[in-house]
C-alpha cells in the first residue's frame, strides 16, 4: 500500500533561516507528489506538486524535487519569514490506469513556526 | 468562485448524537471527497462521491457513518449515535475531475463530549 513518512515537529525557526522538512514515500505505480500548506484556521492549500522522477515543483520560494532513486520529496526553502508559520503535509496521488488515482495519501503533516 | 464551502466550522455533540457535516463544492466541481484528521494524523481518505453515486467508501468506518451528495444541495457526511472517537477533524475538497487538483475546504472540527 501507499505511506508517506515525514519529519516529525514542531520545527521552530528563526526568520531568514534555511528550511527543510523530510518527506520519504512508499507507493505502487507512479505517484504524483505534493506539498500541502494549512495556515492557521484555514483549509489546506496546495503549495507545489511534482509528477514525475526528477521534476522541482516550486512556488513562493519553496522548492521539492522528486528523487525516485530514495523515495524522497524533501520540502526546503532559503530563507523563511513569519508568514510561513503554518502545517506543512507531504502526499501522494497514484496516477494511471487502474483506479484510485483520486485518493490522496498524507504524512501526518509538521508543524513549522517562525519567529521574528 | 468562492471556494470549498464546509458548515458549521466547529460542532460540538453529546455521546449518542447525530453529526450532520455539509460540504458545498465550488462551481464546476462534480466530485468530492471527505477526509478526516484524527488528532496526531494525517488526513485519511474516507468517501468519494460523484453526483448522487458513491465511487469509493473503502475509507469509511462500516457502522455509523454515511455519506451522500443528492442531484441538488450540498454533499453530507453523517455520523449517527456518535462516540468521543470520533472527534476529529472532517475535511472535504471537490475537483472538476479525477487525477485534477483536488481544492479543500477549512474542514469542521467534530467535538464529542
Known amino acids: 500500500g501507499n505511506s508517506v513518512t515525514q519529519m516529525e515537529g514542531p520545527v521552530t525557526l528563526s526568520e531568514e533561516a534555511f528550511l527543510t522538512i523530510n518527506c520519504t514515500y512508499t507507493?505502487?505505480?507512479?505517484?504524483?507528489l505534493f506539498w500541502y500548506v494549512q495556515y492557521p484556521g484555514e483549509g489546506l492549500q496546495l503549495l507545489l506538486k511534482?509528477?514525475?522522477?526528477?521534476d522541482k515543483g516550486s512556488n513562493k520560494g519553496f522548492e521539492a524535487t522528486y528523487r525516485k532513486e530514495t523515495t524522497s520529496f524533501h520540502l526546503e526553502k532559503g530563507s523563511v519569514q513569519v508568514s510561513d508559520s503554518a502545517v506543512y503535509f507531504c502526499a501522494l496521488r497514484n496516477e494511471g490506469s487502474g483506479g484510485s488515482n483520486y485518493k490522496l495519501t498524507f504524512g501526518k503533516g509538521t508543524l513549522l513556526t517562525v519567529n521574528p | 468562485n468562492a471556494g470549498v464551502m464546509q458548515n458549521p466550522r466547529h460542532l460540538v455533540r453529546r455521546r449518542g448524537q447525530e453529526a450532520r457535516l455539509r460540504c458545498s463544492p465550488m462551481?464546476?466541481?462534480?466530485?468530492v471527497y471527505w477526509y478526516r484528521q484524527l488528532p496526531e494524523e494525517g488526513l485519511k481518505f474516507m468517501v468519494y462521491l460523484q453526483k448522487e453515486n458513491i465511487i469509493d467508501e473503502s475509507g469509511m468506518p462500516k457502522e455509523r457513518f454515511s455519506a451522500e451528495f443528492p442531484k441538488e444541495g450540498p454533499s453530507i457526511l453523517r455520523i449517527q449515535q456518535v462516540v468521543r472517537g470520533d472527534s476529529a477533524a472532517y475535511f472535504c475538497?471537490?475537483?472538476?475531475?479525477?487525477?485534477?487538483?483536488?481544492?479543500f475546504g477549512q474542514g469542521t472540527r467534530l467535538t464529542v463530549v
Open positions: 462551481k464546476g466541481h462534480s466530485h
Open positions: 475538497a471537490s475537483s472538476p475531475g479525477t487525477s485534477t487538483e483536488a481544492f
Open positions: 511534482a509528477t514525475k522522477a526528477d
Open positions: 507507493a505502487t505505480g507512479y505517484p504524483s
